[in-house]
């Protein structure tokens, strides 16, 4: 049995075959101005790359901010109970998982079988979310990939006093004025990060494990950040931009045996 | 003014202040289709509007909602609330005037929309002649604040009622030393002459009324829930103005009946529930998707909203400003937040409740300052509760799509 699971995201769609307990095949694309369009694209691609029809799929259920618009899935479900089911699916022993995305973070605690317990969202500010790097990295005339080990040889942050994505590019303006390196600004905005996240995380409670997912998780230096100020390792997935794909899947595959 | 929104207000301001004006707007409203007890709020509200704006025989007095309301009605007094005022205008749709003209008169946005649309719709002209102004220091300290401000810019005595926060014996008795002095103050100022035997019948009137709000609460327990809860957002103004009049017995007597009636007939108001809440703090007074989203599309019933708690006991008839002493130091929202949190349970626990929603209103340091205290005391019982950021009166502070989001993962989470 093949079921789907797309997550819609602000700034990417994730696509995800499923067959019973087995990952099949993914996507992940650019969601640009269109989010049914992202989703259609996410999915005829990561069944190319299962090498399934459409028509084998017994049900496709979508998530994330651009879940409304995929009126082609049988459910619509919250990232929220999809981050948790995705997160439990890849760790069983996971009790929190930190997503931040393009535009939104959010910190959700898991339950037995991976039910949301409590959850904390940002989705009104861009500060803590991954468009605060791209901005930082456009100043800084970086590419995303390339920020994370530029923190990492950083030997002190650049303090990020800033809680706001376009005053902190002006206050990096004035650090790069001041002589502060590359490296150091790019190590402070993901402290800055860190401690948004962090903040919003204890108000949900951090227990550990601790798994880290969505496309910032790739950035290794918030990942230190975080890190850092958690007081706990994270759990990086291989793939951290597919788990809410999967959490959609794995309630698709649910729906379908019901 | 070339805002069509101030033609609105040019024309509510007429029709409140005209006796035509007046017949032709419950005209209208005892025409519109609403539940019977609307019916009852509505008349009350135009009586209110009647005796404030058109009518010169009793002195107004502006006041927060805090302040006993019998104390007006046994004094032969009209009360103006303008916190349930900003709330009504929210509901026609005026309150981005409001909110615009106070951040013209230097209001900062990070008050309370409730006051600031307050201030923006006292300077439209579109509330009435004020005798004198009254507010409670407890629980909304912005309020007297506010309130303060009237009175100095139209010339009128204030009086602040300094309410304790803790509830004792010496609280009561400094309160009830306050409402003598207030009334002293009053007569005084605006010639009223004091009559016991009147301000008994006001709390004689307001325990009737009290009666019949605990057998609507005592009804509401009935599952499935004969009720909707967006339909009880004007339970605040209620609770706050009717008692002592005696628009608060038929006011509750036509909603009790009305319940009865749902549960008899075995049709609730809401038809999917699914998960049974308690509502915290405010609901949003204009229409909005919020609400309807939660209860039609998600099957999230509103059980009880905290609103709409008779919180305080029987009033004494023969020691009345003792009893009106004891109800304002005695209100939840007053002294420290675990009374709060004590009361949301036992509530959350008789109207079986799987979960907690606090809509925290913008600017409302009062309800969302504690929230962390609250939401520990309820994960501590095992109750989820999901805090909602947004505007009860400014539809552009309130973001659906973010708020939809939230409400439909904590009824995930509730399944």
């Not at chain 1, 979508?62 to 089911?85: K, L």
């Not at chain 1, 994505?165 to 303006?173: D, I, L, Q």
């Not at chain 1, 190590?187 to 550990?208: D, F, N, Q, T």
């Not at chain 1, 290794?220 to 390792?233: N, Q, T």
């Amino acid at each position: 049995m093949y079921v789907a699971g797309i997550d819609i995201g602000s700034t990417s769609g994730e696509a995800l075959i499923l067959e019973d307990e087995r990952i099949v095949g993914w996507s992940i694309v650019d969601t640009g101005y269109s989010s049914r369009r992202a989703a259609e694209e996410a999915l005829d691609l990561a069944l190319s790359h299962s090498g399934i029809e459409r028509t084998q799929l017994q049900r496709i259920v979508a998530t994330g901010y651009g879940r409304v618009a995929v009126d082609f899935a049988h459910q619509q479900v919250t990232e929220i109970t999809c981050y948790a089911r995705g997160a439990y699916f890849l760790h069983p022993q996971v009790q929190t998982v930190i997503d931040i995305g393009g535009q939104d973070s959010k910190v959700v605690a898991v339950g037995a079988g991976g039910r949301p317990l409590d959850f904390a969202m940002n989705d009104k500010c861009a500060a803590g979310t991954g468009r605060f790097l791209e901005v930082i990295a456009r100043a800084l005339q970086l590419s995303l990939p390339e920020m994370g080990d530029w923190a990492l040889r950083a030997k002190q942050a650049a303090e990020i006093s800033s809680t706001c994505t376009v005053f902190a590019e002006s206050e990096v303006v004035t650090l790069v004025a001041e002589g502060a390196t590359r490296e150091e600004i790019v190590a402070g905005i993901c402290r800055s990060i860190a401690r948004r996240v962090a903040a919003m995380a204890a108000r949900v409670g951090v227990e550990p494990p601790v798994m880290f997912a969505g496309g910032v998780a790739r950035n290794c230096g918030v990942v230190r950040a975080l890190e850092e100020a958690l007081g706990h390792p994270l759990i990086v997935p291989e793939e951290p931009q597919i788990v809410g794909a999967l959490g959609a899947a794995l309630v698709a595959r649910d729906g379908a045996t019901t | 003014m070339n805002d069509p929104k101030d033609v609105r207000i040019r024309l509510l301001s007429w029709l409140l202040r005209s006796p035509l004006g007046l017949r032709l707007v419950q005209a209208l409203l005892a025409g519109r289709p609403q539940k019977p007890h609307h019916h009852v709020s509505a008349d009350f509200f135009l009586e209110m509007a009647r005796a404030a704006y058109a009518s010169r025989t009793r002195p107004v007095v502006w006041s927060n909602i805090f302040v006993p309301s019998e104390l007006f009605w046994g004094l032969g007094i009209v009360p103006f609330f303008p916190e349930t005022w900003a709330g009504l205008a929210a509901s026609m749709g005026l309150s981005a005037l409001g909110v615009s003209q106070a951040a013209a008169l230097g209001y900062p946005v990070d008050l309370c929309t409730v006051h600031r649309s307050a201030a923006g719709l006292r300077v439209s002209r579109l509330f009435p002649r004020m005798d004198a102004v009254v507010a409670t220091s407890h629980t909304c300290d912005l309020a007297s604040q506010m309130l303060s401000n009237f009175a100095h810019a139209e010339g009128k005595p204030f009086f602040l009622l300094d309410v304790p926060q803790r509830e004792n014996k010496e609280a009561v008795d400094y309160s009830t030393a306050q409402l003598q002095r207030l009334i002293e103050h009053w007569c005084e100022t605006l010639g009223i002459v004091f009559d016991l035997d009147r301000l008994r019948h006001a709390l004689h009137l307001s325990n009737k009324a009290r009666t019949l709000a605990l057998e609507v609460a005592m009804l509401r327990e009935a599952q499935p829930a004969p009720l909707r809860g967006s339909g009880m957002r004007d339970q605040l103004g209620m609770l706050t103005a009717m008692f002592g009049h005696p628009s608060g017995i038929r006011y509750y007597q036509t909603l009790r009946d009305y319940t009865r009636q749902r549960i008899t007939s075995s049709q609730p108001e809401q038809t999917l529930q699914r998960v049974r809440l308690y509502w915290m703090h405010l609901m949003p007074y204009f229409e909005s998707e919020l609400l309807s989203h939660l209860e039609d599309d998600l099957g999230g019933v509103v059980a009880w909203e905290e609103v709409s708690t008779i919180w305080w006991d029987e009033l004494d008839e023969r020691d009345p400003l003792r009893s009106l002493a004891r109800k304002m130091v005695s209100l939840f929202f007053n002294g420290p937040i675990q009374r709060r949190a004590e009361m949301a349970l036992r509530l959350i626990q008789r109207y079986h409740c799987q979960g907690a929603i606090h809509f925290s209103h913008w600017g409302c340091r009062q309800s969302a300052g504690a929230l962390h205290v609250l939401r520990a005391r309820l994960r501590q019982e095992g109750v989820p509760l999901l805090i909602l950021d947004g505007d009860c009166i400014d539809p552009s502070n309130l973001q659906l799509g973010p708020l939809h989001t939230r409400l439909e993962a904590f009824i995930e989470m509730l399944l």
